[in-house]
Antibody, heavy 121, light 107 residues
């Protein structure tokens, strides 16, 4: 059973860079599937940030594309999110998630527990 | 981007009631749709993919249907543990997009 766990600073200053890591256990991120990030501002809905495939090829939400990087660390079986030039609008719970495949369906089957990141000086 | 619209935004129902949530896509997404349940303060849980296929371990009281632009999630007999917010999501094209959510409360 795959498990995902986010980690990183809970407080980031405006204009700085948000950096989070998702540690994966129970499955190698080099084997297959998509590995990505989703966020949820307090009291609001879910926003897909982006994902990478098992080779490191990435896809991003156009609304965030200029500020986002998702990259693997295969030696530690984890992947990371970097979001630059943050503002208060980036305050949210950040989730990492896996998209797996069944036929032509690529669907989210596993989520991390989420980590709250607050942007404030 | 494909817009996903859920209705109602909230509902209150009694234990044992049959509950139906609707999700509409702004364009044809075939059956590339998933449903998630989010309990208060918790991460979302994956319920259904392919519009109607239950994820492993999800009880059969949950069911999904639809294709094209209109989809439904049904809880056949609402129980107290089903309270939370339910989201639909399309995955036919990037960017992946979610519905705004339906908050389910118990009367």
């Amino acid at each position: 059973q795959v498990q995902l766990q986010e980690s990183g600073p809970g407080l980031v200053k405006p204009s700085e860079t948000l950096s989070l890591t998702c540690a994966v256990s129970g499955y190698s991120i080099r084997t297959a599937y998509y590995w990505g990030w989703i966020r949820q501002p307090p009291g609001q809905g879910l926003e897909w940030i982006g994902n990478m495939d098992h080779t490191g090829i990435t896809f991003f939400n156009p609304s965030l594309k200029s500020r986002v990087t998702i990259s693997p660390d295969t030696s530690k079986n984890q992947f990371s999110l970097r979001l630059t030039s943050v503002t208060a609008a980036d305050t949210a719970v950040y989730y990492c998630a896996r998209r797996m495949r069944d036929g032509y369906h690529w669907f989210i089957d596993s989520w991390g527990q989420g980590t709250l990141v607050t942007v404030s000086s | 981007d494909i817009q996903m619209t859920q209705s109602p935004s909230s509902l209150s129902a009694s234990v044992g009631d049959r509950v139906t949530i609707t999700c509409r896509a702004s364009q044809d997404i075939n059956n590339q749709l998933a449903w998630f349940q989010q309990k208060p303060g918790k991460a979302p849980k994956s319920l259904i993919y392919g519009a109607s296929t239950l994820q492993s371990g999800v009880p059969s009281k949950f069911s999904g249907s639809g294709s094209g632009t209109e989809f439904t999630l049904t809880i056949s007999s609402l129980q107290p543990e089903d309270l939370g917010t339910y989201f639909c999501q399309q995955y036919i094209s990037y960017p992946l997009t979610f519905g705004g959510g339906t908050k389910v409360e118990i009367k």
